[in-house]
């Protein structure tokens, strides 16, 4: 069926969505200080200039401050959220309702909210929690958590319960039936989060703010709200693009992985629902 | 061998119950000091006190001992106060950006969804982009277009009109801004539950002499109600709880939202502390019917994976 209105809407759409990031990233490469004339492509807002990423404290600063946050969240978080995801498929009863419901809330809670919760928690009850990398960790661990339990709990479901019980009838015990037979085939799912997760941790902003604490614990989103108004040079550009490489990156190989095994197992729902953050 | 379903159903099972709770208690754990503890901690500053010498606020953790204060001069300045009217411009910025993402991401999902036949995977592609490019740098690229020589005023000025500050204090600006930031959030949903309708009952409907027309208002749009649903509720969420899009693209007072009062009591005089957390309470309470609905979708629909 054909149906050129909306088909052109779409593209307008799609091209009002994506251009003005393109720009954006354009001009990072502008061998002028303008972001609106174009005066040939550089690298000076990369590496030479003063005011580059490379040699600019404040833009490097970000950089550095965004990846470590993102290391420490997917390596704390991941564990965390497989554990969880494997105790609430297998544990009936009240308890496991309740925790169900709590693992969703955090999805739903605007980010302000809990912006507000870790600042005044961190600031009254918490005060051994330093602020900065370790409250914002803290933070990011928090939102985390729920999203790697979705992709685990769809891989979960996916597979059923078949190979478990297959290896426990050839006579291995819980134990092996869970370390050699379920972990290797939820893989997939455990590094999907790992991708996943750094790629969240990277994209916050209102929660690495919110917890930030002077230039050292500036990521680059906060760069970002702190520079965008203040007339900055293509640098500003420059770091913001850095951070779309790597975010693509990480979601680019999680969506790989999840749609080679979902595929085989005729599903992509899954894949679909993770790499759109929410639950279908 | 046991071979009955229901020997083979504990043995599945396998380790115990407890072994399943130990590996559920790190994440519960977590989530209850860190999620459940620190919301608690909202409502003890909102019901604390001030403290007399640093005048930063005090919380109070018993219940007993709640001053709610702090929730009479928030919801004096709600109605009739500064307070009212931002909470009424926050109300119609998130109900015009509202209508504007169904009016723009409804025909987009659909033309996704059920017309396009050829490299789908790309146009998911399309949809999914804006996901993965960070909200502020989303934002960023319009206040480069935007700026006072920016390319949107270059533009204009080459065309013989004339330029606009399109940045400072407009109200269209601002709620574009949010069309813009979160459109994407209400396209997926609803892509993903047009593309759940079974090809079959349209073409029933068609074969029962339905025209296309009647077949789309009759039969798809309801069979959609569910994804538009749960991308309204996904859009407004976060608009509500929003305070950057209107600080990069205006930052004038004209444009204030709750959000950006809440992070001025929060971010910039201590001293205001419990009017912020009694003001994200109350912001809570207002958009719990969005949490609430939407929580029950996501219940429902993991207990039908399930």
């Given at each position: 069926m054909r149906a050129p209105f909306l088909r052109l809407f779409t593209l307008a759409y799609v091209a009002w969505s994506i251009l003005p990031v393109l720009i954006a990233v354009q001009f990072s490469f502008n061998s002028g200080r303008s972001r609106s004339t174009w005066q040939g492509f550089s690298l000076r807002w990369y590496l030479h200039d003063a005011a580059s990423v490379a040699r600019d404290d404040s833009l490097r600063l970000a950089l550095v401050q965004s990846l470590r946050l993102a290391t420490l969240t997917m390596l704390v978080a991941t564990p965390i959220g497989v554990a969880l995801a494997i105790g609430l498929a297998r544990w009936k009863g009240r308890g496991a309702k309740a925790s169900n419901f709590l693992m969703l809330v955090p999805l739903v809670t605007p980010e302000l909210v809990m912006g507000v919760a870790f600042f005044l928690i961190f600031a009254n009850l918490y005060d051994f929690v330093t602020f900065g990398t370790f409250a914002q960790v803290l933070g990011h661990v928090t939102f985390a958590i729920s999203f790697v339990v979705i992709i685990v709990r769809g891989r979960l479901f996916a597979i059923g319960r078949d190979y478990e019980e297959a290896a426990m009838d050839l006579g291995a015990s819980p134990r092996q039936a869970l370390r050699r037979v379920l972990l290797p085939l939820l893989a997939p799912a455990i590094f999907a989060s790992l991708a996943i997760v750094f790629a969240i941790s990277i994209d916050d902003f209102v929660i690495s703010q919110f917890l930030a604490a002077g230039?050292?614990?500036?990521t680059i989103p906060v760069r970002l709200y702190s520079g965008a108004r203040m007339a900055p040079p293509p640098s500003l550009n420059a770091l913001a693009t850095l951070m779309l490489v790597g975010t693509l990156a990480a979601v680019t190989i999680a969506g790989l992985v999840l749609r080679r095994y979902s595929r085989r197992e005729g599903s992509d729902q899954g894949a679909v629902a993770a790499l759109g953050r929410f639950e279908l | 061998m046991p071979t009955n379903v229901q020997a083979g159903e504990s043995r599945a099972i396998g380790l115990s119950p407890w072994t399943w709770k130990a590996f559920a208690l790190p994440g519960v754990v977590w989530l209850v000091a860190l999620f459940v503890v620190p919301l608690y901690g909202v409502v003890a500053v909102a019901m604390g006190r001030l403290h007399p010498v640093f005048l930063r606020p005090l919380p109070v953790w018993n219940p007993l001992r709640w001053d709610p204060s702090a929730f009479g001069d928030v919801g004096q300045e709600l109605f009739g106060g500064q307070l009212g009217a931002i909470a009424l411009r926050t109300i119609t910025y998130v109900a015009a950006a509202s209508l504007l993402c169904v009016l723009i991401g409804y025909p987009v999902a659909y033309f996704v969804s059920r017309k396009v036949e050829k490299h789908k995977t790309l146009w998911l592609a399309a949809l999914l982009a804006p996901f993965w490019i960070n909200y502020l740098m989303r934002m960023m690229a319009w206040v480069n277009l935007l700026s006072t020589d920016g390319l949107v005023n270059v533009t204009l000025e080459a065309l013989g009109l004339a330029p606009q500050a399109w940045l400072e204090g407009r109200h269209t600006t601002v709620v574009l801004g949010l069309v813009y930031g979160y459109l994407p959030f209400f396209i997926l949903p609803l892509y993903a539950a047009l593309d759940r309708i079974d090809h079959q009952v349209l073409e029933a409907a068609r074969d029962l002499g339905a025209s296309a027309r009647a077949a789309f208002w009759r039969v798809t749009l309801p069979l959609s109600r569910q994804g538009i649903l749960a991308g309204l509720v996904l859009v407004m969420l976060p608009m509500f709880g929003d305070y950057y899009t209107p600080n990069l693209l205006s930052g004038s007072p004209r444009t204030r939202m709750i959000g950006n009062q809440i992070d001025q009591f929060i971010n910039q005089t201590a001293s205001q502390g419990g009017r912020g957390a009694a003001l994200t309470l109350i912001l809570m309470a207002s958009i719990a019917v969005l949490m609430l609905y939407y929580l029950r979708t996501v219940a429902r629909a993991t207990r039908e994976a399930g």
């Amino acid at each position: 069926m054909r149906a050129p209105f909306l088909r052109l809407f779409t593209l307008a759409y799609v091209a009002w969505s994506i251009l003005p990031v393109l720009i954006a990233v354009q001009f990072s490469f502008n061998s002028g200080r303008s972001r609106s004339t174009w005066q040939g492509f550089s690298l000076r807002w990369y590496l030479h200039d003063a005011a580059s990423v490379a040699r600019d404290d404040s833009l490097r600063l970000a950089l550095v401050q965004s990846l470590r946050l993102a290391t420490l969240t997917m390596l704390v978080a991941t564990p965390i959220g497989v554990a969880l995801a494997i105790g609430l498929a297998r544990w009936k009863g009240r308890g496991a309702k309740a925790s169900n419901f709590l693992m969703l809330v955090p999805l739903v809670t605007p980010e302000l909210v809990m912006g507000v919760a870790f600042f005044l928690i961190f600031a009254n009850l918490y005060d051994f929690v330093t602020f900065g990398t370790f409250a914002q960790v803290l933070g990011h661990v928090t939102f985390a958590i729920s999203f790697v339990v979705i992709i685990v709990r769809g891989r979960l479901f996916a597979i059923g319960r078949d190979y478990e019980e297959a290896a426990m009838d050839l006579g291995a015990s819980p134990r092996q039936a869970l370390r050699r037979v379920l972990l290797p085939l939820l893989a997939p799912a455990i590094f999907a989060s790992l991708a996943i997760v750094f790629a969240i941790s990277i994209d916050d902003f209102v929660i690495s703010q919110f917890l930030a604490a002077g230039v050292d614990s500036v990521t680059i989103p906060v760069r970002l709200y702190s520079g965008a108004r203040m007339a900055p040079p293509p640098s500003l550009n420059a770091l913001a693009t850095l951070m779309l490489v790597g975010t693509l990156a990480a979601v680019t190989i999680a969506g790989l992985v999840l749609r080679r095994y979902s595929r085989r197992e005729g599903s992509d729902q899954g894949a679909v629902a993770a790499l759109g953050r929410f639950e279908l | 061998m046991p071979t009955n379903v229901q020997a083979g159903e504990s043995r599945a099972i396998g380790l115990s119950p407890w072994t399943w709770k130990a590996f559920a208690l790190p994440g519960v754990v977590w989530l209850v000091a860190l999620f459940v503890v620190p919301l608690y901690g909202v409502v003890a500053v909102a019901m604390g006190r001030l403290h007399p010498v640093f005048l930063r606020p005090l919380p109070v953790w018993n219940p007993l001992r709640w001053d709610p204060s702090a929730f009479g001069d928030v919801g004096q300045e709600l109605f009739g106060g500064q307070l009212g009217a931002i909470a009424l411009r926050t109300i119609t910025y998130v109900a015009a950006a509202s209508l504007l993402c169904v009016l723009i991401g409804y025909p987009v999902a659909y033309f996704v969804s059920r017309k396009v036949e050829k490299h789908k995977t790309l146009w998911l592609a399309a949809l999914l982009a804006p996901f993965w490019i960070n909200y502020l740098m989303r934002m960023m690229a319009w206040v480069n277009l935007l700026s006072t020589d920016g390319l949107v005023n270059v533009t204009l000025e080459a065309l013989g009109l004339a330029p606009q500050a399109w940045l400072e204090g407009r109200h269209t600006t601002v709620v574009l801004g949010l069309v813009y930031g979160y459109l994407p959030f209400f396209i997926l949903p609803l892509y993903a539950a047009l593309d759940r309708i079974d090809h079959q009952v349209l073409e029933a409907a068609r074969d029962l002499g339905a025209s296309a027309r009647a077949a789309f208002w009759r039969v798809t749009l309801p069979l959609s109600r569910q994804g538009i649903l749960a991308g309204l509720v996904l859009v407004m969420l976060p608009m509500f709880g929003d305070y950057y899009t209107p600080n990069l693209l205006s930052g004038s007072p004209r444009t204030r939202m709750i959000g950006n009062q809440i992070d001025q009591f929060i971010n910039q005089t201590a001293s205001q502390g419990g009017r912020g957390a009694a003001l994200t309470l109350i912001l809570m309470a207002s958009i719990a019917v969005l949490m609430l609905y939407y929580l029950r979708t996501v219940a429902r629909a993991t207990r039908e994976a399930g």
